[in-house]
């Protein structure tokens, strides 16, 4: 018998490898249910979600505002770092700066901006702008690499840079970044209402402190409010008003710091040097700190991310498989879809640490809350896309059957598409597992959240950069395996 | 503007010689038409002849090269923009001045797209989109034409009316076409590419239809 040499024998060996990791995660993750009574926690979840009472909540309107405040600034300070960014993005040192400053998240950022501007406007818009600068530059960057160059070239000899950039580059791609922004913007007011889980005063205040305290109907309330302002962007974002829902939002938050002075000084010059050199000390010691770091709370967190993330994968890739024939016109009837499409629409716009956040409270603390809030979210996303791509499929035979449809027609042709979709989002997921950490489960930003806690800022930054050189490498993973596998880089999985 | 020579030069597209040991001499003052199958090396020998006189060139490529979402008015003002500064430049894009907009506007009433000068290009048909790369490559008053099939989507009276209208404001022209009969009636200088060289050289008013069906073959 000769060799199987099949594109989709490929695309089976990474989805072997793939599972095989998430599998031995599985295995490793403490996946305990601590709660006595989950179902009971769970059925209250439930009549919260049915009852929700929007008039629990004290200064509703403030956090709503604020929300929106944030976001619009952030987006705004990212959009305006990552054109300049992207206008250098042939140099590899600006590369390597936009994904570093994107690999950090936003309540990493958020962290370390609290203890520099307080806790202010400025830290919010901060927080969301500037890792938003490092994605806006990659996608601009790209944007313009692969706009026609021919427009430029026809211009008359000697026509300086500047004029060649505005007249004949970036027309070419207005278009494209005006959509990426507004889609930038309803990801940005997710960030911003998770962000008042380090305290800062957004709708994310107000759902901690309900959700914590069991006012399921007073947190169902507030997420419903969540859901129509992201579900009604389109509505409501119309391109002329940009400009005046901007100067509304620098109004309402001044960007201004509350920090004390010189804490931008202090903070750089002695909170995050390492603590063995600050009190004088020389090689010796710090070698011991960062030996003393990297075996009790680098490694676990590190081990413990990746245990989480991968887990998280596999559960996403099942569940993305199982539910895109719902978000697909191949399987199921129209008002079927539509229902599904509500549900899709709604966990897609829950952020996942929210997600998780709910679940700890439901089944207790340990990787399992966290685990599902991913997968739910991120599978949800994937189903999604999956579904949207298979709409272009003609299908050849007609299978009466579904599942020999599914099998035959539909999964092998969604298949590679699918599967850089779920690349794609393993990015997202590693960053994403590592900030859950600040809900207790024990990632890096749990580590990190302790050092911020204990003041020892020194050990947080380490920290930091240690989940900066995780997610780089991650990234470089998914970028050489989908380059492998041969698989497009889906423009829309941003 | 001085005289363009190519002695036994090679022309190169990528890795593929396109034009090989290439001797030709083109004088100021001459109108001069290019002929030939597609892949002969027009369009090469046209981008090598620009790259010799970049600055006194105005160019009017195949693949029209137009930025699609602007409107006709800033596509045939991109022809002027070594002219300007900067600053006037980009006020202009943002905000048209009175001043180019007349200037503008008279071309465009010559080229047939008066109407069309807020139209942004991609919602243009074939025809209009070759006359404003053409008002482009005029609006930028150089000495030397350089246009590679700039009226092919146009019919024949229109093409020939647009031609002898470019030809009138350019001091010089290298023009390749696919039509023979505008080669025969609006140049002075015929040359015909073929088989990687030049099949022939003659004045315009020494050949006949019969004389250019070789090249074709």
């Known amino acids: ?494 | 503007m001085s005289a363009f020579r190519f002695r036994g030069e090679t022309l190169w597209r990528g890795p593929t010689a396109v034009l090989s040991d290439l001797h030709l001499e083109l004088n100021p003052g001459e109108k001069v038409a290019l002929l030939g199958p597609s892949g002969a090396g027009k369009t090469t020998l046209l981008e090598a002849l620009r790259a010799r006189a970049l600055r006194d060139t105005a160019w009017c490529p195949q693949n029209p090269a137009l930025v699609p979402a602007l409107s006709v008015f800033h596509n045939i003002y991109m022809g002027a923009l070594e002219r300007y500064g900067t600053l006037y430049n980009l006020l202009n894009l943002i905000r048209p001045t009175a001043y180019q907009q007349r200037q503008v506007g008279e071309l465009a009433s010559e080229l047939g797209l008066v109407d069309k000068l807020r139209v942004s290009v991609d919602r243009l048909s074939g025809g209009q989109v070759q006359r404003t790369a053409l008002g482009r490559a005029l609006y930028s008053e150089r000495p030397v034409l350089l246009a590679d099939e700039p009226v092919s989507s146009l019919d024949e009276e229109q093409a020939r009316a647009l031609l002898q209208l470019t030809l009138s404001r350019h001091d010089t022209a290298v023009v390749a076409l696919h039509q023979q009969e505008q080669a025969l009636t609006c140049f002075d200088r015929v040359i015909g590419l073929a088989r990687g060289c030049v099949q022939l050289d003659a004045p315009a008013g020494q050949l006949r239809r019969h004389d250019l069906t070789d090249l074709y073959q």
């Open chain 1, 1 to 494: 018998m000769s060799a199987v040499v099949t594109t989709a024998g490929h695309w089976r060996r990474a989805t072997l490898l793939l599972a095989l990791a998430g599998l031995v995660a599985f295995a490793l993750a403490d996946l305990s249910i601590s709660r006595g009574t989950p179902g009971a926690e769970l059925q209250r979840l439930a009549q919260g979600l049915i009852t929700p009472d929007f008039t629990a909540t004290e200064a509703l309107g403030e956090a709503l505002a604020t929300t929106l405040a944030f976001a619009f600034q952030g987006v705004a300070l990212g959009a305006a770092g990552g054109f300049a960014l992207a206008l250098l993005w042939h140099r590899p040192g600006v590369r390597f700066f936009a994904a570093s400053i994107r690999a950090v998240h936003e309540l990493f950022w958020g962290l370390i901006f609290l203890q520099i501007t307080g806790l202010s406007p400025l830290t919010g818009v901060l927080a969301i702008g500037l890792p938003y600068a490092g994605i806006f530059a990659k996608v601009f960057g790209e944007f313009l690499e692969e706009a026609d160059p021919k427009p430029a070239e026809a211009l008359p000899g000697g026509t300086n840079p500047v004029t060649t950039f505005f007249t004949a580059r970036l027309p070419l791609v207005w278009d494209q970044f005006r959509a990426y922004g507004a889609y930038r913007l309803e990801c940005a007011l997710r960030a911003a209402a998770i962000l008042g889980f380090i305290g800062l005063p957004t709708l994310g205040f107000h759902m901690e402190t309900a959700f914590r305290e069991s006012g399921y109907s007073q947190g169902a309330a507030l997420l419903y409010i969540f859901f129509a302002l992201i579900g009604t962007q389109r509505l409501w974002l119309h391109r002329r008003l940009v400009p005046v829902y901007l100067l509304a939002a620098v109004l309402w938050a001044p960007p201004l710091s509350s920090g004390p002075d010189g804490a931008l000084k202090r903070f750089l010059t002695t909170d995050i040097v390492p603590a063995p050199l600050r009190d004088g000390g020389g090689w010796a010691e710090l070698g011991t700190w960062l030996a003393e770091l990297g075996t009790q709370q680098a490694l676990p967190g590190v081990a413990n991310t990746l245990v989480v993330a991968l887990a998280a994968l596999l559960l996403t890739g099942v569940l993305a498989l199982a539910l895109f024939p719902l978000a697909s016109p191949h399987f199921g009837h129209r008002p079927g879809r539509a229902l599904s499409h509500l549900a899709l629409v709604m966990v897609r716009t829950t952020p996942e640490f929210l997600l998780a956040f709910v679940l700890l409270i439901v089944l207790g603390p340990s990787m399992l809350p966290g685990i599902l809030a991913l997968a739910l979210h991120t599978g949800v996303i994937v189903a999604y896309l999956t579904g949207r791509f298979s709409e272009g499929i003609r299908p050849q035979r007609g299978y009466s059957q579904a599942l020999t449809r599914y099998g035959y027609e539909i999964l092998p042709r969604v298949y590679p598409n699918f599967l850089a979709f779920l690349l794609y989002r393993f990015e997202i997921i590693i960053r994403e597992t590592a900030v859950l950490g600040l809900l207790g489960i024990p990632t890096l930003g749990f580590y990190i959240d302790s050092g911020f806690a204990e003041f020892r800022f020194d050990r947080a930054l380490a920290l930091i950069i240690i989940t900066v050189m995780m997610n780089l490498a991650v990234d470089a993973f998914s970028r050489i395996l989908r380059r492998r596998l041969r698989l497009q880089t889906p423009a829309t999985a941003y």
